[in-house]
């Protein structure tokens, strides 16, 4: 069993900056891809940005720029820096951990920015 767990939402008034953090535990053999998703409410999830196991990265146009994913490879964890906030990246985020060839996703975590 993988528990993932993500933490740094809060509340931020526009063009602020926060920086979400997410921690896979548990029975790993090896993480093949971490990657932050994210969800409004009556929309679709969608992806923001993903790190593979060789460190290849990934951006959503969405970001454009604004936000940066890095990782932490001996404490399985993944970052994402997000600047220049505006109200419309209000959502909740999630992080979803690939070990193996099981995706395990966290319980997300909000980010509101204020106007």
């Known amino acids: 069993q993988v528990q993932v767990v993500e933490s740094g939402g809060g509340l931020v008034q526009a063009g602020g900056s926060l920086r979400l953090s997410c921690s896979a535990s548990g029975s790993i053999s090896s993480i093949n891809y971490m990657g932050w998703y994210r969800q409004a409410p009556g929309k679709q999830r969608e992806l923001v940005a993903g790190?593979?196991?060789?460190?290849?990265?990934n951006y959503a146009d969405l970001t454009k720029g604004r936000f940066t994913i890095s990782r932490d490879i001996a404490k399985n964890t993944v970052y994402l820096q997000m600047n220049s906030l505006t109200p419309e990246d209000t959502c909740v985020y999630y992080c979803?951990?690939?070990?193996?060839?099981?995706?395990?996703w966290g319980q997300g975590t909000q980010v509101t920015v204020s106007s």
């Open positions: 979803m951990v690939v070990v193996g060839t099981f995706d395990y």
């Open positions: 790190i593979t196991r060789g460190g290849s990265r």
